[in-house]
């Protein structure tokens, strides 16, 4: 049987020696799949993972897309359609350039390898992605309608790897969405910078097949008066673990994040986030929630870290799981590492199931006890998707609807 090593061995073969590929597989190599023993790995099902079940491709296999990623697309300004990894075509619009590049470098300038070092899953894509595809938009340019990044898995892998840089003073809208990936592994690699003054909102909506392996990590690094907008929303996959990082680097920079995430069956969500302020003034806020069914699993683990000199820091986040089963299972753990005192920082947990005296007094009024329930879940979940851009907000609201119409719930 052919193993991970002996593809990748394939896969490299035609590579220089000094090929940055060759040197992130060595990187990967030395470093190693995570274990449980590893702190942020240790509530990962490890266990049930094993690369050798999985091919790196060099080639995409092109299949027709779903109908929801057809309408999806039919939304935006820019539609930017990436194959198992691959950029398909270089769509073009006014004060937005889209290209495939072949860089090694990260957008806080210095080398992946180096920004990635000890993280094997992102050494992966360092490795075996076919190149950086990079979204950028002009200074001052505004794009009213947003870009639509649809990142099909059709292969055994897909390691895809986004750019996307906003210049000054400029405004986009970015949703990222990603399906297919039967029985693959799915490991996006996301970076954004948003320069002086400018604003960027970012969607990602993760609907993978139910197999599918999904391990994600984006980082954003704001400069002066930055605003970073994000909505990581996931319902697919077998193990869905998604990390994502900002960094205010400037005075007045600002991040607001929010990941939504629904379980059912044996699925597990892990997300992670890390808020690092290193410039005084700067300003985040995330609220995590999330529900899950049946057997499934959740774990959020927050880090607001301050660093000093930081001052006038105002740093917040929150997490609410609702359990659907007694079966399901819910960690949360929030952190903060402080290292200036004028700051303001806050966090909060909750994990229950659905509150009995809401559900009573629907039904006082007549509602049916399943139909109170769903009422209440989608009650839940409405916070995080009135927060999305108007443009997509109604079609992945009712998206996530239909996948909660068929949860079950357990008191």
């Not at 061995?9 to 030395?30: C, I, M």
């Not at 996301?190 to 909506?205: F, I, K, M, P």
């Not at 927050?302 to 089963?325: C, H, P, V």
Request: include cysteine.
């Amino acid at each position: 049987m052919t193993t991970f090593t002996d593809a990748a061995t394939d896969y490299l073969a035609p590579l220089g020696t000094d090929d940055v590929r060759r040197r992130a597989w060595a990187a990967f190599e030395q470093v190693g799949l995570p274990t449980t023993s590893d702190e942020v790995w240790r509530y990962a099902p490890l266990a049930d993972f094993s690369l050798d079940r999985f091919t790196p491709v060099s080639v995409p296999r092109l299949v027709a897309t779903s109908e929801f990623a057809q309408r999806l697309a039919a939304r935006g300004a820019l539609v930017v359609r990436v194959v198992d990894g691959f950029l398909e075509d270089g769509p073009e619009l006014e004060g937005v350039r889209v290209e495939s590049l072949d860089d090694e470098r990260s957008l806080d300038g210095q080398s992946r390898l180096t920004r990635y070092a000890g993280d094997a899953f992102a050494l992966l894509n360092a490795t075996f992605a076919p190149s950086t595809i990079v979204v950028r938009v002009a200074p001052g340019v505004h794009v009213e309608r947003p870009i639509v990044v649809l990142n099909v898995t059709n292969s055994s892998t897909s390691f895809p790897r986004l750019h996307v840089e906003v210049g000054r003073g400029a405004n986009a809208t970015v949703v990222e969405y990603l399906e297919g990936g039967e029985d693959a592994l799915v490991v996006p690699l996301t970076e954004y910078h948003v320069g002086e003054n400018a604003s960027l909102q970012v969607v990602t909506y993760q609907r993978l097949a139910p197999s599918a392996w999904h391990v994600g990590r984006s980082t954003g690094f704001l400069e002066r008066d930055a605003r970073l907008r994000q909505a990581v929303v996931g319902v697919g996959a077998h193990y869905d673990r998604s990390r994502n990082d900002a960094e205010m680097r400037a005075s007045g920079a600002s991040n607001e994040l929010r990941t939504t995430y629904l379980g059912a069956g044996e699925q597990v969500h892990d997300f992670r986030t890390h808020q690092f302020h290193v410039a005084p003034r700067t300003q985040s806020t995330l609220l995590a929630k999330g529900a899950v069914a049946d057997r499934s699993r959740s774990i959020y683990t927050g880090l607001i870290e301050i660093e000093k000199g930081a001052k006038r820091t105002d740093a917040r986040q929150t997490n609410r799981n609702l359990l659907l089963s007694p079966s399901a299972h819910a960690d949360s753990v929030p952190n903060l590492e402080i290292r200036e005192n004028d700051v303001v920082c806050a966090h909060a947990s909750s994990v229950g199931p659905l509150d009995e005296m809401q559900r009573w007094y629907l039904e006082s009024r007549g509602v049916e006890r399943a139909d109170a329930e769903r009422l209440m879940i989608q009650g839940f979940f409405n916070e995080m998707m009135v927060a999305l851009p108007d443009d997509v907000a109604l079609l992945i609201e009712s998206d996530v609807n239909a996948a909660l119409s068929v949860v079950e719930v357990h008191a």
